[in-house]
């Protein structure tokens, strides 16, 4: 069965950098892009970008350009999402999924990132 | 960046009841449009596709319609497990942006 697994709650400061992975199983890694969505306390779902594993293409949002980088290790089946320059308005719960036909079919749990001097 | 309103914000409902929820596009994204359900402190679940394609084994009570810029989730029969949030999410162009979200409260 598909499951993406994500690492742990981090706690930053402000300015540092953050790097989530998110480990795939259960289909072959590089036949779907994964998508990093997050989502504020209390507030909606917000689209980060894309990665395709095969050959590590890269879409940002706007909002993130120059701030997140999005990478891949097929050797492991894990994709990762670093933010850097972190602000509070930062803090928020950080989900990869598993793009269907281009939404959204598979999700992690989660990752908390709370920035806090 | 292609905008989306859900509407409304907030509905109170009770179990039994047909409720409808809109999402409205700022241009037309076809019929590229997905559908998810979130309950507190859980990942979103994909409950329709392409507008109008259920998602495997999602209840039968959930249905979506329409193409262009408006789109509808309506569910037929409100059950207890449905009280969540919902959301749509438009899959036509990067960046590919959510509504809002709809809080799908009991009455």
């Known amino acids: 069965q598909v499951q993406l697994v994500q690492s742990g709650a981090e706690v930053e400061k402000p300015g540092a950098s953050v790097k989530v992975s998110c480990k795939a199983s259960g289909y072959t890694f590089t036949r779907y892009s994964i998508h990093w969505v997050r989502q504020a306390p209390g507030q909606g779902l917000e689209w980060m970008g894309i990665i395709n594993p095969n050959g590590g293409y890269t879409s940002y949002a706007q909002k993130f350009q120059g701030r997140v980088t999005m990478t891949r290790d097929t050797s492991t089946s894990t994709v990762y999402m670093e933010l850097t320059n972190l602000y509070s308005d930062d803090t928020a719960v950080y989900y990869c999924?598993?793009?269907?036909?281009?939404?959204?079919?598979?999700w992690g749990q989660g990752t908390l990132v709370t920035v806090s001097s | 960046d292609i905008q989306m309103t859900q509407s409304p914000s907030t509905l109170s409902a009770s179990v039994g009841d047909r409720v409808t929820i809109t999402c409205r596009a700022s241009q037309s994204i076809s019929s590229w449009l997905a559908w998810y359900q979130q309950k507190p402190g859980k990942a979103p679940k994909l409950l329709i596709y392409k507008a109008s394609s259920l998602e495997s084994g999602v209840p039968s009570r959930f249905s979506g319609s329409g193409s262009g810029t408006e789109f509808t989730l309506t569910i037929s029969s409100l059950q207890p497990d449905d009280f969540a949030t919902y959301y749509c999410q438009q899959y036509d162009t990067y960046p590919y942006t959510f509504g809002q979200g709809t809080k799908l409260e009991i009455k």
């Open positions: 999924s598993r793009d269907t036909g281009s939404y959204s079919a598979y």
